[in-house]
């Protein structure tokens, strides 16, 4: 069975600051996929990467970057020179394509307090 | 503009009250489903479809009943509301089913109290 686990329940940093979102996951398939995404205050959810078990690399958009560890299991969320705006529940995610056909099982997420 | 649309946004039920919240995307997604968000608990799954007179349970799939006839929408019943079932519930659609590799497009929630 897959699950996920971010076991930083709640962060707090200085803005400018950087930070990283802990994310390990459990999976039998050698198949799979891991996401991110954002809850900010307003409480919508927003999608915010995808990586497939077979693509190790990392990856960086602007102040946001991934490090996918297979070793470990892990993938990881930093954030660059934190802003305000970066506040928010992060939460990561799984799907496991042959047995779940779409479903993702979702951590129970980290909540990112930046101050100013 | 194309996505997931919720309604309603806020509900307040009686205990015993039955209730249907719709969700509605544009973007022709196969796979749709629904979540509940309580605090400290992530999101877990209710029911999924992948695609029109497909539906399957999730998680926590008692209390609730969906139903998908055609690939736009896909509502989800309370059958008599219980004060377990407050929570904020989050409607999903996602491209395809196959593969399970492609993100989620959300909806804006509804935040349902039963008293």
């Known amino acids: 069975a897959q699950k996920v686990t971010q076991a930083q329940t709640e962060i707090s940093v200085v803005e400018k600051e950087d930070v990283t979102l802990d994310c390990v996951y459990e999976t039998r398939d050698t198949t799979y996929y891991l996401f991110w995404y954002k809850q900010p205050p307003s409480g919508e959810l927003v999608f915010l990467i995808r990586?497939?078990?077979?693509?190790?690399q990392n990856e960086i958009s602007g102040r946001y970057s991934w490090n996918f560890q297979k070793s470990t299991s892990s993938f990881n969320f930093t954030i660059t020179a934190s802003q305000v705006v970066d506040s928010a529940v992060y939460f990561c995610?799984?799907?496991?394509?042959?047995?779940?056909?779409?479903?993702?099982?979702f951590g129970d997420g980290t909540t990112l307090t930046v101050k100013p | 503009n194309a996505g997931v649309t919720q309604t309603p946004k806020f509900q307040v039920l009686k205990t015993g009250q039955s209730m249907t919240l719709q969700c509605a995307q544009d973007?022709?997604?196969?796979?749709m489903s629904w979540y509940r968000q309580d605090p400290g608990m992530g999101l877990r799954l209710i029911h999924y479809s992948v695609g029109a007179g497909i539906t399957d349970q999730g998680e926590v799939p008692n209390g609730y009943n969906v139903s998908r006839s055609t690939t736009e929408d896909f509502p989800l019943r309370l059958l008599s509301a219980a004060p377990s079932q407050t929570s904020v519930y989050f409607c999903?659609?996602?491209?395809?089913?196959?593969?399970?590799?492609?993100?989620?497009?959300f909806g804006s929630g509804t935040r349902l109290t039963v008293v």
């Open positions: 999903a659609s996602s491209y395809s089913a196959i593969g399970g590799g492609y993100g989620y497009t």
């Open positions: 995610a799984l799907s496991e394509p042959s047995e779940s056909a779409g479903k993702s099982t």
């Open positions: 990586r497939n078990s077979f693509d190790e």
């Open positions: 973007m022709n997604h196969e796979y």
